[in-house]
C-alpha cells in the first residue's frame, strides 16, 4: 500500500491516518448527516479512500490533540490535584542519583510489522484489554493525570465503555491513610506483607517460590523534593534478596520539614517486622513464611539517624572501630589498625563516647546486629566518597600533585574517546572531567573499573597511577562474583596500603571517614559476598523515580502515595531472562566449510541473561571457554539461531597477555591485553560463552579486555 508517510511502519502509518478519519468524522453532529443510513462504514473502507491522506492533515490533528492534553482542567479529587503549578521546576535531578545500571522493565505494546493481529480486532477494542493496555502505559511513563484525563477524552466517542476520568481508570484509591507524626510531619505506611504480596503475584508460577524464609532487604534515606523549601521525605524501602527479586518497594514514607523523630517514625515498621517474624502466610501459598533482614543498606548520615549513634564528623564516629579521630581542620582517622567493635559491645554500649545518648534505636527490638546488619554502602563510600575526593586531589590539589592542564585535558580527550567502545549495559558515556563535580556514582565507578587504568596510564606520576591502582584491583576483587571468596583478605591488605600511602601522598587530612572506612569494606564483601549486593543504587534509582511523582507543593505526600498505590496494583508483566533475537539478516559471514544444509537463521542481536551481544563494535566482545589456560577472546562478526541454540561466528584475538603487573597479574582477574584479529572465522555456542566483555582500544592495534559479569551469561 503506498502512502505519503514517510518514516513510521505500515501499522504506524495505518494507525495514524485511520485515527484522523475516525477523529473527523466523530467531530461531525452525527453520522447520519455524512453517510446514508443503509451505508456502514467498515474499516476497509476507510482504509482505502485515506491511502493518500496528506501527512500536513494528520500532523496538525496530533498537535491539536497535543494542545488540548495541556488545557484540560484536573478535577478535584481527595487533595491529590495533579495541576503542573510552579513548583515543577524546583524539581531538581541532580540532587538525587539515578546510577542503577539497570532499569526497571516493563512489557511495552507491540504495533511492530511482526504483530500478528489487527488494531482494529474485537480483542484489541475490548473493554478490560484496553483498560489495562492505557493504565500499564501510563503507569510505565509516568503520565500526569491531567494528560491522561485528556486523553481519555478523546478516546470516549470511540469507547464508550472508557471513563472519562483518569482517577477510574487508575483506580485511585478515594482516601489515603496518613498519621501526624511530631514536628509536623506526616507518615504514611504501605506494608512490608502487602508489598510482598503484590511481587509474588507478578510471578508466572507459584514454583517460583520455594523457600519459606524471605529475606528483606531495607533502605532508609532522606530525599529533598524542591530545592526552594526545607520540605523533604525520608522513605523506608524494601528489596527481597530471597526469593531474588530486583524490584525495590515503599514500605513507608515520612514527609515534613525536618527530620521524623526516630521512635515514632520506624513504630509501624518495627512492629510489623516482629509480626512477620513470627510468620505469616500468603494468598495462593500454602505455606507460612517467616521475615528476616537482610541488612539495612543506607548512606552514613543516614545510618548514624537510624542507629542513634555519632555522624560522620564525630570523633568516635567509626562504626566498625574504636578509633578515635583527630581534629586537622576536619575530622581525621589516620590509624589503619584498632580494636573491632562488635554487636555485643553496641548492645551493651560499652563505648558510650559512640551512642548519642543511654537511648537505644528502635531497631534493637529486631534482633539484628547493630553493628554487623549495617553494611557499608560502596556506592557513597567509595564512588561518590573516594573517587570524587581522588579526582578532585588531582585536579585541584597542592601544585606538588596537581595535574597539568594540559594532562587533564588529554585524559578528557581519551575520555571521550572510549564512548563508542562503551558497552550497552551502562546507562552513561564518559565524558570530560571538567565535569567531575557533576558526575553519578555510575561515572566514577567506571573511570574506577574500566576506563580509569586506561587514561592515567602514563598521565600521572607513577607514584598516584600505582596508589589508584591498589584501589582498582581491591574493589574489582569484592565486587567480582567469583574472586571475592578467594581475594577477600587480600582485597583488605590492598586498602590498608592504600589509606597509609594515601597519608604519604596527600597528607593526614586526606584521611577522612570514607577513607578510613575503606579498609572495613572487606569485612562485609566476607560476611554478604560481592559488594553490589549491599549497595545504594537500585534504591538511589527507585528514590529518583519517588521524586519525579511529585507534581503539587501543596500536598506532596498524598500526591505520591496515590500514585505509588496505583502502580503497585497494575499488573505487569514480568520481563524473564529468555533470549531474545532480533536484526534478522541473510548476508552475515559463515566459517570455511560451515554446513550449509542444516536450518540456520542469521541476526544481529541477541539478549539474553541481561546482556546485549551483537555485530557492533561495544556489543561483540565475548570471552568463552578454551582448551589453552587462558581463555579464548573474539569479536562477534554473526549470530546464528540453529534449533533454538544461539551460536556466535567469530574472530579470535591472537595474542592475549596482562595488561598490568602491579599490584598482581591482571590475568588473574580476567583482564587482558589483546592484539591482532585472526582472519578465520569459528563458531562458538552460547553455553561456551563465559561473560561478555568491555574492550576498550589503548593503542590503534590494541585493547584492553574486562570480564563484565563474569559467569552470569550461562
Known amino acids: 500500500m503506498a502512502s505519503s508517510i514517510t518514516g513510521h511502519s505500515y501499522w504506524t502509518k495505518r494507525r495514524k491516518v485511520i485515527a484522523n478519519v475516525k477523529k473527523h468524522f466523530s467531530s461531525s453532529n452525527s453520522t447520519s448527516e455524512i453517510l446514508p443510513s443503509d451505508v456502514s462504514l467498515s474499516h476497509s473502507n476507510v482504509e482505502q479512500e485515506i491511502t493518500d491522506t496528506d501527512h500536513t492533515v494528520i500532523s496538525n490533528f496530533y498537535h491539536a490533540s497535543d494542545e488540548s492534553c495541556g488545557t484540560t482542567p484536573a478535577v478535584p479529587h481527595n487533595n491529590d490535584s495533579d495541576k503542573e503549578d510552579d513548583c515543577v521546576t524546583d524539581l531538581d535531578d541532580s540532587e538525587c542519583e539515578t546510577d542503577s545500571d539497570e532499569s526497571v522493565c516493563v512489557t511495552e505494546l507491540n504495533f511492530s510489522d511482526d504483530a500478528d493481529y489487527d488494531p482494529f480486532t474485537e480483542s484489541f477494542v475490548n473493554e478490560n484489554v484496553l483498560k489495562d493496555q492505557l493504565r500499564v502505559w501510563a503507569s510505565r511513563h509516568n503520565i500526569s493525570m491531567m494528560a491522561l484525563s485528556a486523553l481519555l477524552k478523546i478516546l470516549k466517542p470511540d469507547h464508550p465503555e472508557l471513563p472519562v476520568d483518569a482517577r477510574t481508570l487508575m483506580c485511585t484509591p478515594r482516601n489515603v491513610s496518613l498519621t501526624n507524626m511530631k514536628n509536623d510531619g506526616l507518615y504514611h505506611h504501605f506494608g512490608i506483607k502487602t508489598g510482598v504480596e503484590k511481587l509474588f503475584k507478578s510471578f508466572t508460577s507459584i514454583d517460583f517460590v520455594q523457600d519459606t524464609n524471605i529475606l528483606l532487604q531495607v533502605n532508609i534515606d532522606g530525599l529533598p523534593i524542591f530545592k526552594s523549601s526545607r520540605s523533604h521525605m525520608w522513605p523506608i524501602l524494601g528489596k527481597l534478596l530471597q526469593p531474588p527479586v530486583d524490584d525495590v518497594f515503599p514500605i513507608g514514607i515520612?514527609?515534613?520539614?525536618?527530620?521524623?523523630v526516630l521512635p515514632e517514625y520506624l513504630d509501624e515498621f518495627v512492629s510489623e517486622?516482629?509480626?512477620?517474624?513470627?510468620?505469616?502466610?500468603?494468598?495462593?501459598?500454602d505455606k507460612t513464611f517467616h521475615l528476616k533482614i537482610h541488612s539495612i543498606v543506607c548512606d552514613a548520615p543516614a545510618r548514624a539517624f537510624v542507629k542513634r549513634v555519632k555522624s560522620h564528623t564525630g570523633y568516635n564516629s567509626c562504626e566498625r572501630c574504636t578509633q578515635e579521630g583527630t581534629w586537622n581542620g576536619r575530622m581525621t582517622f589516620p590509624l589503619t589498625s584498632c580494636p573491632l567493635r562488635s554487636d555485643n559491645d553496641f548492645d551493651a554500649m560499652s563505648d558510650e563516647d559512640h551512642h548519642l545518648d543511654d537511648?537505644?534505636?528502635?531497631?534493637?527490638?529486631?534482633s539484628i546486629g547493630m553493628v554487623t546488619s549495617f553494611p557499608l554502602d560502596y556506592m557513597h563510600l567509595v564512588c561518590l566518597g573516594i573517587m570524587k575526593k581522588l579526582l578532585g586531589h588531582w585536579m585541584r590539589g597542592p601544585l606538588p600533585i596537581r595535574l597539568q592542564s594540559h594532562c587533564v585535558q588529554q585524559i578528557s580527550e581519551n575520555l571521550v574517546s572510549l564512548r563508542k567502545f562503551i558497552p550497552s549495559e551502562f546507562c552513561r558515556?564518559?565524558?570530560?572531567?571538567?565535569?567531575?563535580?557533576?558526575?553519578?556514582?555510575?561515572?566514577?565507578?567506571?573511570?574506577?573499573?574500566?576506563?580509569?587504568?586506561?587514561?592515567?596510564?602514563h598521565?600521572?606520576?607513577?607514584?598516584?597511577?600505582?596508589?589508584?591502582?591498589?584501589?582498582?584491583?581491591?574493589?574489582?576483587?569484592?565486587?567480582?562474583?567469583?574472586?571475592?571468596?578467594?581475594?577477600?583478605?587480600?582485597?583488605?591488605?590492598?586498602?590498608?596500603?592504600?589509606?597509609?600511602?594515601?597519608?604519604?601522598?596527600?597528607?593526614d587530612t586526606f584521611l577522612v571517614?570514607?577513607?578510613?572506612?575503606?579498609i572495613h569494606l572487606a569485612d562485609d564483601a566476607k560476611l554478604y559476598g560481592p559488594l553490589d549486593t549491599i549497595s545504594s543504587f537500585p534504591f538511589e534509582n527507585y528514590l529518583q523515580f519517588v521524586k519525579k511523582l511529585v507534581r503539587?507543593?501543596?500536598?506532596?505526600?498524598?500526591?505520591?502515595?496515590?500514585?505509588?498505590?496505583?502502580?503497585r496494583d497494575v499488573q505487569m508483566s514480568r520481563i524473564s531472562g529468555a533470549r531474545v533475537l532480533s536484526g534478522e539478516i541473510h548476508d552475515g559471514q559463515l566459517p570455511v566449510g560451515f554446513d550449509l544444509s542444516i536450518t540456520y537463521t542469521e541476526y544481529k542481536k541477541v539478549n539474553v541473561g541481561g546482556h546485549s551481544f551483537a555485530t557492533t563494535i561495544k556489543d561483540s566482545c565475548i570471552m568463552f571457554n578454551d582448551n589453552d589456560s587462558l581463555p579464548g577472546i573474539g569479536k562477534i562478526d554473526n549470530i546464528l539461531d540453529i534449533d533454538g541454540d544461539t551460536v556466535f561466528v567469530c574472530r579470535r584475538y591472537k595474542s592475549v597477555e596482562n595488561f598490568f603487573q602491579y599490584p598482581l597479574e591482571s590475568s588473574k582477574l580476567h583482564i587482558f591485553l589483546v592484539k591482532?584479529?585472526?582472519?578465520?572465522?569459528?563458531?562458538?555456542?552460547?553455553?561456551?560463552?563465559?561473560?561478555?566483555?568491555?574492550?576498550?582500544?589503548?593503542?590503534?592495534?590494541?585493547?584492553?579486555?574486562y570480564p563484565l559479569g563474569l559467569g552470569t551469561v550461562t
Open 254 to 260: 515520612h514527609y515534613g520539614k525536618q527530620k521524623p
Open 459 to 507: 598521565m600521572i606520576s607513577e607514584d598516584m597511577y600505582k596508589h589508584f591502582m591498589l584501589l582498582c584491583v581491591g574493589m574489582t576483587c569484592l565486587l567480582s562474583t567469583h574472586l571475592h571468596k578467594e581475594y577477600c583478605d587480600y582485597a583488605r591488605d590492598l586498602f590498608v596500603l592504600f589509606v597509609k600511602n594515601a597519608g604519604a601522598l596527600f597528607g
Open 273 to 285: 517486622v516482629k509480626s512477620l517474624q513470627n510468620g505469616f502466610s500468603l494468598l495462593d501459598y
Open 676 to 705: 591482532g584479529l585472526r582472519r578465520t572465522l569459528e563458531c562458538v555456542r552460547m553455553v561456551n560463552v563465559l561473560c561478555k566483555c568491555v574492550c576498550l582500544p589503548q593503542t590503534p592495534d590494541s585493547f584492553v579486555i
Open 359 to 366: 537511648l537505644h534505636s528502635p531497631l534493637v527490638q529486631l
Open 552 to 567: 503539587n507543593k501543596y500536598v506532596p505526600l498524598q500526591n505520591v502515595v496515590n500514585r505509588l498505590l496505583e502502580k
Open 429 to 457: 558515556k564518559p565524558r570530560e572531567l571538567a565535569d567531575f563535580d557533576r558526575f553519578k556514582a555510575t561515572e566514577f565507578r567506571q573511570i574506577l573499573l574500566y576506563t580509569g587504568p586506561i587514561v592515567f596510564r
Open 513 to 518: 571517614y570514607n577513607v578510613h572506612s575503606l
